[in-house]
């Protein structure tokens, strides 16, 4: 499959692009990435330096690939962290134009804006993305921070959590971070039941894991997975590479690529229904 991808650039680390592009390929795919800004580093790294990517030349450069006939063959695409509100239109653009050329095109949203209680993104971005980029998501993958501001309640269970993403009105949210009985779950509703797969809190974790994590389940998502598949190998994922980065400085993407695909079942991990009474344990 075909995946564009539409988040933030930076040279050296495993977030944005440098985390999503290499989870994509290592799952089959294509990915094709326009930076929203392109930086030495990550945020959290001291004397890091870089901008945002001007609107106008990402408008060109989605020009470009609807004239070569790119986003005809593009199957999906995933958007991430914008570095102005004035993105948000770029994309929402893009998407349109994508589904055009192929209606069965898969847009996932990952709303990189904020996280630990706060929004970290540019003024302005949350609101784009809420207004222009929400409604025309089919999927979309919020950290909890992130989903108590577009569900406008807060979260701090799988219940609640469960009624901010019905009330979003997406075909597909897939909630990241939900505090679940001391452990952190990723969750999502289907058919009635609130799905939860849960997983022991690693003490440490480096930046990039809510971008990876949405890659990795958009990525076995395109892959033919059903939701409830590739909500678990995602989530199993993420696990498996924060565990082994617990206190480094970035993700061990590299050193860990080959469980990406098929990664452990790890202990204390949990998958199932919350209207079964207890989550099946795998």
């Known amino acids: 499959m075909n995946v564009l991808s539409i988040q933030s650039e930076v040279v050296t680390g ?8 290499f989870a994509l390929q290592r799952l089959g795919h ?8 392109l930086l030495s580093s990550h945020a959290g790294h001291p004397g890091f330096a870089g901008e945002a990517t001007s609107a106008a030349l990402m408008a060109k450069l989605v020009d470009a690939l609807e004239a070569q006939g790119r986003l005809a063959q593009c199957d999906g695409l995933i958007s991430g962290y914008l570095g102005s509100p004035e993105q948000a239109a770029i994309v929402a653009d893009a998407v349109r134009r994508a589904k055009r050329a192929n209606p069965k095109l898969v847009y996932c949203l990952d709303p990189a804006f ?13 609101e784009a993305m809420a207004d222009i980029l929400l409604p025309l998501a089919d999927i979309v993958c919020p950290n909890a921070f992130e989903l108590s501001v577009l569900g406008e309640r807060p979260i701090i269970d799988v219940d609640s959590a469960a009624a ?3 009330s979003l009105g997406r075909p597909t949210v897939i909630a990241k971070s939900v505090p679940v009985d001391g452990r952190l779950g990723a969750l999502t509703l289907l058919n009635g039941a609130t799905w939860v797969a849960a997983t022991p809190i690693v003490p440490k974790p480096p930046r990039g894991a809510g ?7 958009f990525g076995h998502y395109m892959s033919g997975r059903l939701t409830i598949e590739a909500l678990d190998l995602a989530t199993r994922g ?14 061990n993407l590299i050193a860990e690529q080959d469980w990406l695909a098929a990664p452990p079942r790890p202990a204390g991990y949990s998958l199932g229904p919350t209207d079964a009474g207890e989550y099946a344990h795998g």
Do not use: K
């Not at 495993?14 to 592009?21: L, M, S």
């Not at 294509?30 to 800004?37: G, K, L, N, R, S």
């Open 30 to 37: 294509e990915a094709w990435c326009i930076p929203t800004v």
């Open 164 to 166: 901010a993403i019905a």
């Open 211 to 217: 971008d990876l994590f949405a890659a990795l389940f």
């Open 14 to 21: 495993h977030v944005g692009n440098a985390a999503a592009r």
């Open 114 to 126: 904020g996280d630990d209680g706060r929004i970290y993104a540019r003024p302005g971005v949350a």
């Open 238 to 251: 993420i696990f498996h590479v924060l565990s082994h980065s617990d206190g480094a400085p970035e993700m």
